[in-house]
């Protein structure tokens, strides 16, 4: 079954630096999303992007999309200690399982 | 709108006992999801229902676990009996479509002793 798998799955870096985490995924998609998960809290939605998107913005997030890799990274630009959380990519699956799947988690720590 | 409502928060209970899990979506999601976490096996999709109807429950592990939505605004996850193993944080999260963006809630972390 296809699943999103996150890469560094653990990243520690200091406050005002930039974190990036990529995931990668087997089969064609729609859409990725990326999730956040703060320490005893549910997942949060961060960003969606679609298959003919190649990069996105919110905030201090940056999302790309690379269909031909099959990958997409997440840069977190000037982080702060409340970045600090794992983070979920989520890939749909057309032809598959008719739901999303998450991948295994990336757990950031950004150092005060 | 309030958002994904679980309950318990926390659970604790002795093995063989029942534990029934709850969750209340948001109103206007036709699609609900039960997952469950876990350090070892990170996060699980157990089951999920769209419109009340189950679609999906290949991942509830046996025969000890069950799910129902009696309407489209409670949804129950019963484990009957319970063992050490079920320990987990259980989330409930719903979704106006099976690829939309999924709401998540505060989850509940049960102890099975």
């Known amino acids: 079954s296809q699943q999103g798998e996150e890469d560094p799955q653990a990243l520690s870096i200091q406050e005002g630096e930039n974190a990036t985490m990529n995931c990668s995924y087997k089969?064609?998609?729609?859409?990725l999303q990326w999730y956040r998960q703060n320490s005893g809290r549910g997942l949060v939605h961060l960003i969606l992007?679609?298959?003919?998107?190649r990069e996105k913005h919110s905030g201090r997030l940056r999302v790309t999309l690379d269909t031909s890799k099959k990958s997409s990274s997440l840069l977190i630009t000037a982080s702060r200690a409340a970045d600090t959380a794992s983070y979920f990519c989520?890939?749909?699956?057309?032809?598959?399982?008719?739901?999303?799947?998450f991948g295994k988690g990336n757990q950031v720590v950004v150092i005060p | 709108d309030a958002g994904v409502i679980q309950s318990p928060r926390h659970e604790v209970t002795e093995m063989g006992q029942e534990v029934t899990l709850r969750c209340k979506p948001i109103?206007?999601?036709?699609?609900l999801f039960w997952y469950r976490q876990t350090m070892m096996r990170g996060l699980e999709l157990l089951i999920y229902?769209?419109?009340?109807?189950?679609?999906?429950d290949s991942g509830m592990p046996e025969d000890r676990f069950s799910a129902k939505m009696p309407n489209a605004s409670f949804s129950t996850l019963k484990i009957q009996p319970s063992e050490p193993r079920d320990s987990a944080v259980y989330f409930c999260?719903?979704?106006?479509?099976?690829?939309?963006?999924?709401?998540f809630g505060p989850g509940t972390r049960l102890t099975v002793l």
């Open positions: 999260a719903s979704s106006r479509t099976v690829y939309n963006e999924q709401f």
């Open positions: 089969t064609s998609i729609n859409n």
């Open positions: 992007i679609r298959s003919n998107e």
């Open positions: 989520a890939t749909d699956a057309p032809h598959g399982n008719n739901r999303l799947a």
């Open positions: 109103s206007g999601h036709d699609y």
């Open positions: 229902f769209n419109n009340n109807v189950p679609i999906d």
